[in-house]
């Protein structure tokens, strides 16, 4: 698979030869990058982390769920239920030389919620997605320079990964808060190669499948420390466990001869089972809270991929094998700015000191390793709004619509540049479902 990998990204442009738009609604992704791996990595946060760029590491608020940081649990109001639900949609362009191509795509991306078991014990819970992968185009090649004989290869990937979790966060004592997640990961993939060629009557065909049921683990601390009456700093780090998630990748060589429909199939690996990895997560973050107004902070997320191992069809010296290779990735490294700003959550005079004001950026390292060479880079940047939802019957009503507005570049000098432009759209129900009614 990787020594197609150059023309296969050289070509992929040309996905949609007869047609200048793609469109998608059962993946979150139209890349071509999300081939390699366990698929295109997705933006885990919600809502409101979403509008900053997926800052999260120190966020810390009452009303709202951050289960980026499950330490955060522990902030959650007392008497109140805490639901946020999101989807997305996006517009997708893809450039190499003077070719350009786009596409679009829906998806519906998480359920999250959050509320309070006990005195400084929060619980979260919820559905988030890990990775996406969706990708259909096809190339053409001639076989040899002086032959007008050629082949056509079409390219197919779906799937991705996604998890359930549930959490507790705790703070035993004031300012100091640790959780953990505990999550159950399930997906998979389906790619295939299809080739088929001018001048002969056999076609060879790769699929590529894997089915993972497994665990996943997250843990988190946050430190809140009193600068000033006014200002507050919160520090918070997070570990996610990496280890091998199982999966039983397969891999099927078919060699068909059109004429006589006879088929001839090889199933890899030929003993054993192999197994799919994610890596270990680190993560640490710094958030400047002013009066509960502004609130400003940096993450930094290191994901340690240089040592996992993929799945390879190799042919070698007249030998073939399916067999876990190493070198497919480096360590990702991404650093993101965001801030919040709320004139006044508790107003009840102005509906708009009430409304929340996001923004964010980020830069990821490139972390792909395409047939020995650095993937793409990624540069993204976010603007977003939280609108209190206006609700005449019931006081505490806290409820938020969440809207942002995102913008991904991943850029190569060797492969595609993808331009992705992002919709975000969720609402965080907050509700005081727990509160006693008093009869007099």
Known sequence: MKKLAVSVMLGAVCFASSAQTVSSTHSGTNSPYSQFGI????????????????????????????????????????????FDVGLSGQLSNFEEGNKRVNAKSASFDYAVASFRMARHLGMGFGVI??????????????????????????????????????????????????????????????????????EASTSLSKYYSADVRSYKLD????????????????LGATYGLGHQIGGNPTCLIVSTNSTTSVADTTSYPRTGKLQLEIPTTIGAGLMWNHRNKWKVGADYV????????????????????????????????????GAEYCPDENSTRRYVNRIRYRFGVSYASPYLKINGQDGPKEYSASVGLGIPIVNVWNKYNRSIVNVSFQWVRQESKTFITENMFRINIGITFNERWFEKWKVE
């Open 39 to 82: 698929g295109a990595l997705s933006e885990q946060a919600g809502g409101v982390g979403r509008g900053m760029n997926g800052l999260g590491v120190a966020y810390r608020d009452h009303i709202q769920v951050n289960h980026l940081n499950p330490a955060s649990y522990s902030a959650v109001d007392s008497l109140t239920f805490i």
């Open 129 to 198: 997605p890990i990775s996406n992968i969706g990708y259909n185009y096809s190339l053409t090649n001639r076989i040899g320079t002086n032959s007008t004989a050629s082949y056509t290869s079409l390219y197919k990937g779906s799937g991705g990964l996604h998890e359930a979790f549930l959490g507790l966060g705790w703070e035993p004592f004031k300012g100091f808060s640790f959780g953990v997640n505990g999550g159950y990961l399930w997906g998979g993939y389906d790619r295939s190669v299809v080739n088929s060629y001018t």
């Open 219 to 234: 843990f988190g601390v946050q430190l809140t420390l009193p600068l000033t009456k006014k200002d507050k700093v919160t």
């Open 302 to 337: 290191l994901q340690k991929w240089g040592s996992v191992k993929m799945p390879e069809y190799i042919s070698e010296n007249g030998q073939t094998d399916y067999r876990l290779t190493e070198n497919h990735f480096s360590d990702l490294q991404k650093l993101t700015l």
